[in-house]
């Protein structure tokens, strides 16, 4: 699927609004493809009050939305899948919490099944974002 700006951000909206906890999302794809404009996306979809922003060096940003607690790992820095270890899933898992989760291949067996897997790419128009697995 090959959507513009305002179409990821409408998707994002609307894969939001139908998640309920407990839900593992994951969100794979090349360096600047949009996961975390996606992730946005869908915490304001959720209803969260907080703007998500990238937590590519703190690993982790929790966020509330609609009474439930919401996650957003970015696993990017993960030097190897040992790291995720003292991510939290578990933790994350036992609260029934929505959990979205950018590059979930770098954490291996240590990320939660998903629930969702979408892979995000460019396109040779730099306005356009492919999205596989929606």
């Not at 939001?16 to 946005?40: F, N, Y």
């Not at 937590?55 to 820095?77: F, K, M, N, S, W």
């Not at 899948?81 to 899933?89: H, S």
């Amino acid at each position: 699927m090959r959507l513009s700006a305002d179409e990821l951000s409408q998707f994002g909206e609307a894969l939001g609004r139908g998640l309920t906890a407990p839900a593992v999302v994951g969100l794979s794809g090349e360096l600047g493809t949009g996961k975390t404009t996606l992730v946005q996306a869908i915490c304001r979809g959720l209803g969260a009050q907080a703007l998500a922003t990238s937590p590519t060096y703190a690993l982790v940003h929790q966020y509330e939305a609609r009474g439930v607690p919401v996650y957003h790992v970015d696993c990017y820095r993960l030097k190897s899948p040992d790291e995720a270890r003292d991510v939290g899933f578990e933790d994350m898992m036992r609260e029934r919490a929505i959990v979205l989760i950018e590059w979930p291949e770098r954490a291996g067996a240590w990320a939660p099944a998903l629930d969702r897997h979408i892979v995000l790419a460019h396109d040779p128009d730099p306005t356009v974002r492919v999205i596989e697995g929606a």
